[in-house]
């Protein structure tokens, strides 16, 4: 989601040289694989050192956008992950996957509007807008997880996925459906599906003269009937939107791993994951952990006085320290 990109301003991790810009000059191991005819891009950050050693698989699955993986200016590199992959990759070898028909490298001053990749007209690329729907990532997803695991410095014992934002949904369709994930955690998502968080974050700005809720609601009458459309220029098409609408509530029940939900109580969602934990308790679903950040936003930032995020308090290095304290658990 964009606030998202509010990690993205933040975020300088790393420093490179030279004029070789690809993934390896950045430290990440590049691997490719064809899916459906589909180039995919996969970028493993391992421990310096410890790349062939064989740990378990953490899975992250980012947020919606179609960016670049790897950005960089004058400067160096913006944060590729939210948090820091030193403590994660002590015990585990960290993938993340390309946007499709997004480039996996791109200097910040060649893209548009919030970090967006751009066709020569302004517009998303259409070959991404084609295939930026639920189900294509999920399916992607686990066809990548059963190729990583044949490697051999991937142990297939623990495979982890995580996901935040739109990456939540999309790790949640993945758990539901493949029996070689054997841990969750679902971070910042909505239960109750995308159209929920953007109702809820208009209704908190109307009045009685602009009433924005009812033209989400309106906006959703048009998705409904228009849900297997991918036509778009900028934005989800249709056909996204009503996917990611899908309340994930319904991928979430049917799962016995353990599970993590972790979420800021000053989020839009906040209340639908409430409403998760509440009925979990009530349905004595014992596989299910939750963290609530109280007070923050959804990329765990605490608001001030005015409701605006801080920048200057950074949480996400501590909610991947709890993530790992989860795991450990487990």
Request: proline fraction near 5%; charged fraction near 20%.
């Amino acid at each position: 989601m964009k606030y998202f990109l509010k990690v993205l301003l933040i975020l300088v991790v790393s420093w490179a040289s030279g004029q070789n810009k690809s993934p390896e000059t950045y430290g990440f191991k590049h691997l490719k694989y064809v899916f459906k005819g589909d180039k995919v891009d996969i970028l493993v950050k391992s421990r310096k050192g410890e790349e062939h050693i064989k740990k378990p698989l953490f899975f992250f699955c980012q947020g919606s956008l179609p960016q670049p993986l790897i950005k960089y200016d004058s400067l160096g590199i913006f944060g590729v992950f939210p948090f820091s992959s030193d403590s994660i990759t002590k015990k585990y070898h960290l993938v993340i996957v390309s946007k499709p028909f997004i480039p996996v490298v791109s200097n910040v001053n060649t893209l548009g509007r919030n970090f967006t990749y751009t066709d020569k007209t302004g517009n998303y690329p259409k070959a991404y807008s084609d295939r930026n729907y639920l189900n294509y990532y999920a399916n992607r997803n686990i066809e990548l997880i059963k190729y990583l695991i044949k490697q051999n410095w991937i142990s297939s014992k623990k495979v982890v996925v995580a996901g935040h934002s739109e990456g939540s949904t999309i790790a949640a369709k993945m758990a539901s459906i493949s029996p070689l994930i054997t841990h969750l955690i679902y971070s910042g998502g909505n239960p109750l599906g995308r159209i929920m968080s953007i109702i809820q974050q208009s209704r908190a700005s109307e009045n009685d003269t602009l009433q924005m809720g009812e033209d989400e609601i309106k906006y959703w009458q048009y998705v409904v009937e228009n849900q297997t459309s991918k036509g778009v220029s900028q934005g989800d098409s249709p056909k996204t939107t009503f996917d990611f609408s899908i309340p994930p509530i319904q991928y979430l029940e049917k799962l016995t791993i353990p599970v993590l939900v972790c979420y800021g109580t000053k989020d839009w969602s906040s209340p639908y994951n409430d409403f998760l934990r509440v009925d979990f308790i009530r349905k004595k679903k014992k596989n299910f952990t939750f963290k609530a950040y109280i007070g923050t936003e959804h990329n765990y930032f605490p608001l001030n006085s005015d409701n605006k995020p801080n920048y200057d308090r950074y949480n996400w290095d501590n909610v991947a320290n709890d993530w790992l304290k989860w795991l450990n658990q487990q």
